[in-house]
């Protein structure tokens, strides 16, 4: 997600729906720092880690830990950025932090989509990755005038079947979708040249807290 937003002129207003630890939104705002950076989570400890990573890092957005369907926003945002929880099923994890950040009836498909074309502005864009399984629904939900303009389809190797979905989508958009080269993720027991690549233009680390 963080190197396909970056493919993009981000600019102005940014929201990120889920923010997690943060990972995401502080990488963009890293890579783009003239940005105005809200990032929504309604997990309270996950908030509380964005805090500590945005002063770790230096960076500056502002938090709110609330459920992204239910908070009133006071303004609209150019840009509308998330990895949602998106997975299905029967099969779920006890920890409810874990529930709360990979399942989709936390977060419904056609209520998300609905909420984000309501706080774009007029030539916002929509940038996700969805469980690719998922494709026909995320085209049928995608709600007017938000018209996907990009997609780029993620491999774990060559062989095998695409996982992911990485999509912008943007308000009013005429163009036809460009559809990105294949993103493959490992090459035998290595990450493939540019899945390497993309984790050394990250930078990231994991600390014990």
């Known amino acids: 997600m963080y190197d396909f937003i970056t493919k993009f002129n981000i600019k102005g207003d940014v929201l990120e729906v889920g923010g997690g630890c943060g990972v995401l939104g502080l990488l963009i705002k890293r890579d783009f720092p003239e940005i105005n950076l809200t990032i929504i989570e309604k997990q309270k400890i996950m908030s509380e880690l964005i805090v500590k990573n945005l002063k770790v890092n230096n960076l500056k957005a502002d938090i709110v830990n609330d ?6 926003f006071d303004k609209k945002f150019d840009y509308i950025i998330s990895n949602p929880p998106f997975y299905k099923g029967t ?3 006890e920890n409810e ?8 009836e ?10 984000v074309n309501a706080l774009l502005k007029e030539r916002g864009e929509f940038i996700f990755c969805y469980d690719v399984k998922r494709i026909d629904d995320i085209i049928s939900n995608i ?9 780029r389809f993620m491999y774990p190797r060559i062989g095998k079947n695409a996982s992911l979905v990485l999509i912008r989508a943007k308000r009013h958009a005429k163009s036809m979708i460009n559809v990105h080269p294949p993103l493959i993720g490992f090459e035998g027991e290595n990450y493939s040249n540019e899945a390497y690549e993309i984790y050394k233009k990250a930078n990231t680390k994991s600390v014990k807290i």
Do not use: V
């Open 67 to 72: 459920d992204f369907l239910k908070f009133g």
């Open 143 to 151: 709600p007017k005038p938000l018209k996907i303009t990009d997609l």
């Open 91 to 93: 099969l779920k994890s």
């Open 106 to 115: 936390f977060l419904p498909m056609k209520d998300f989509f609905k909420k």
């Open 97 to 104: 932090i874990i529930k709360i950040a990979r399942y989709e």
